[in-house]
C-alpha cells in the first residue's frame, strides 16, 4: 500500500509555492514520505530565500509592480492617456451600470456608508470621464485606468478582495474596426505581460449583455463593444471598444503561479514568496 502526503504538508508544500504532479506522489510508508517532504521543503525554502534575497540586493520591484509600470508604458506608448478616479464612488454609479439590489455583483460591493462603496470595477469612472471628454477632445479618445477595485469573494484560489484593474477604452472608431481593433489592444497587453498563449472566447456577462473573455488558462480579461445598452445614461453615442483586465491574474499566469494570493496585496508573501520560510 502506498501513501500520500499528509494534507498539513500538501498545504505547506502549496503556500511555498509547489503544485501539479509533486504534491500527487506517493510514498511506500511515512518514513520516506516525510523525507521526501523535508527534501522538497527545503528546496523551495531555498529557492524562495534566494528571490526575497535578490529583491533586497537589486531592488528589483515586486512583479505585480513591474508589470503595472510596464503596462502603463505600453498604452501610453500606443496613444492611451492615463486618467486616475476616485476608489469611493456613488450608488448612483453603479445603478447607471445596471447594478441594483437584486444584480449578482451588488452583493459584492463593500459599502461604507448607504449611498458610498469601494469601486468594485472602473468603468463607471471611464463612462463619467469620457462623456466630459468628447466636449474636449478629437476622436478617436483613448484612456485607461489601472488601480484597485475591491468585491467580497467567496471563492479561493483565483479571486481577492481587493485586485488591481487595469481597463481601457477607445471611443469613436468606426463599427466595423471594433473588432479588429480589440485584438490588436488585447494582443498588446498579453504581450507586455509575456503570455503568448491565450483565446478570446465570447460569453453573456450579467452586466454588458455578452463579453468577450481574454482567457489564458484563467479568464484574465473581459471586454465589450459599444454602442451599448449602458451608453445613452451616460450621454455616450459613439461605437467603442473597451478592456478590463486583472494584473494579479496577469501576473499570476505569467509567473506560472497557482494561487492568487502569491502575486496580490499581503503580509504573507512578497514577489510570490511565502515569507515564513
Ligand atoms: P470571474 O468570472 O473570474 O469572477 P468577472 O468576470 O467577475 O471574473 P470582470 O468583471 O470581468 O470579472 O473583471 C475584469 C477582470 O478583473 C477579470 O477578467 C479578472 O481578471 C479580474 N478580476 C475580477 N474579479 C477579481 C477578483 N476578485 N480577484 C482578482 N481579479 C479579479
Ligand atoms: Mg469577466
Redesign the pocket.
Same mark, same amino acid.
Given at each position: 500500500m502506498s501513501i500520500p502526503f499528509s494534507v498539513v504538508q500538501k498545504q505547506r508544500l502549496r503556500e511555498i509555492g509547489l503544485s501539479g504532479e509533486i504534491l500527487d506522489q506517493e510514498f511506500k510508508d511515512s518514513r520516506e514520505r516525510d523525507s521526501a517532504f523535508r527534501r522538497i521543503e527545503k528546496m523551495a525554502t531555498r529557492k524562495g530565500r534566494m528571490r526575497i534575497a535578490e529583491l533586497q540586493e537589486t531592488r528589483l520591484r515586486p512583479v505585480l509592480c513591474e508589470l503595472e509600470s510596464c503596462l502603463v508604458e505600453t498604452l501610453t506608448n500606443a496613444g492611451f492617456v492615463q486618467v486616475v478616479t476616485p476608489l469611493i464612488i456613488a450608488r448612483d454609479m453603479l445603478t447607471k451600470m445596471s447594478i441594483t439590489p437584486d444584480h449578482p &455583483?451588488n452583493k *459584492?460591493v463593500f459599502w461604507i456608508e448607504k449611498n458610498r462603496c469601494l469601486r468594485?470595477?472602473l468603468a463607471p469612472s471611464l463612462y463619467a470621464l469620457l462623456r466630459r471628454l468628447v466636449r474636449l477632445w478629437k476622436k478617436p479618445i483613448q484612456i485607461f485606468e489601472v488601480g484597485p477595485?475591491f468585491?467580497k469573494?467567496s471563492?479561493g484560489a *483565483?479571486?481577492? #478582495?481587493? +485586485? !488591481?484593474?487595469l #481597463?481601457l477604452v477607445e471611443l469613436g472608431l468606426s463599427e466595423k474596426e471594433r473588432e479588429a481593433r480589440l485584438e490588436t489592444l488585447v494582443g498588446l497587453v498579453m504581450e507586455a505581460s509575456g503570455i503568448k498563449n491565450y483565446h478570446l472566447k465570447t460569453k453573456p =456577462?450579467?452586466?454588458y449583455g455578452d !463579453?468577450i473573455?481574454?482567457v489564458s488558462d %484563467?479568464? %484574465?480579461? =473581459?471586454a465589450a463593444m459599444g454602442p451599448h445598452r449602458l451608453d445613452a445614461p451616460w450621454g455616450i453615442f459613439d461605437p467603442w471598444v473597451g478592456v @478590463? +483586465? @486583472? &494584473?494579479?491574474? &496577469?501576473a499570476m499566469v505569467s509567473e506560472g503561479f497557482q494561487n492568487?494570493q502569491r502575486v @496580490?496585496r499581503s503580509l504573507e508573501y512578497l514577489d510570490g514568496v511565502r515569507l515564513n520560510i
Open positions: &455583483l *459584492q468594485p470595477m477595485c468585491r469573494e471563492r *483565483q479571486h481577492a #478582495n481587493e +485586485f !488591481t484593474m #481597463n =456577462s450579467e452586466v !463579453t473573455d481574454v %484563467v479568464e %484574465v480579461g =473581459s @478590463g +483586465f @486583472g &494584473l494579479e491574474r &496577469l492568487i @496580490g
